[in-house]
């Protein structure tokens, strides 16, 4: 009997054929993710699970799926959505999906920080709803890049090529928060490590590459955004717990900060009454970090590879932790 394994969207064939040579795959074939009863169903006797970001994985998900459980690979690189001690205290493997989705991640923070910096959503509204009707020498006025101060919080892979784009793109002096020293950024970025109330304080452009953790969860609160300059900019590809949001939308609409740009926010998707997306200086996406062709189907080979990996009961290649 070929191991079970549950997919729990439609990925990429690439990953999906490698698996299904090997394995019985189930995909979930709905362009929404299963509701809860569904995913428990679903995953009851499955050696192996291919996990979206919005699937919750904890200890019930694990005990339905019971003692054959062998390893779940979530299609992602953040993995805030499981709970690893739970898995590892089972012997499940875990594994994501890293470095494959850098660059496209770190193109979608340097889109939302233009976005932002430039007017992009009243911008680009005003054409469509008829309300631009001339060139106008007043509007849409926003603040230039050149020669300013990026704080990267969160100096992993991420954060450095989003932080390598804006220094060799608009020579930026860069700041950055991190657990350790990063001494190749520092020489080659020059780069300088500080404490988040100083970045907060000193950039023109904040931009969040840190995990979500209970250590980051709302790590940007009323006080910190109150630290920022009134013409920054905060850019977020990160989570959207990241973000105290009821204080972001307080703070961008008393323009505490010049403007916002999300790329994931708490829910996903927001509610379209939701006053961030009534805002002008807010441009919000649909959480598409990692939304290109090269990333996504890298993205399915990585998690297949994990999946076969954790079955044969080997080290995955891409483990987390
Ligand atoms: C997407 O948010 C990811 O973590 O890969
Ligand atoms: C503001 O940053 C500007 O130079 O336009």
Known sequence: DKPRVFVSRVIPDVGLDRLREHCDVEVWPKPTPPRRDTLLDKVRGCHGLVTMLSDKIDESVLNTAGDGL?????????????????????????????????????DVAALLMLAAARCVTPAAASVRDGGWKTWAP????????VGKTVGVIGLGRIGRAFAERCRGGWGMNVLYTANSPKPDADRDLGARRVELDELLAESDFVSLHCPLTEATAHLIDAPALARMKPTAVLVNTARGEVIDQEALHAALKENVIFAAGLDVTTPEPLPTDSPLLGLSNCVVLPHIGSATRHARGGMAIMAADNVLAGLAGHPLPHPVG
Do not use: F, Q, S
């Open 138 to 145: 007043m509007d849409h006025l926003g603040v230039e890049l």
């Open 70 to 106: 062998k390893v779940v690979a979530n299609y992602a690189v953040g993995y805030n959505n499981i709970d690893v001690a739970a898995c590892r205290e089972r012997g499940v493997a875990v594994g994501n999906t890293p470095d494959v989705l850098t660059d496209a991640t770190a």
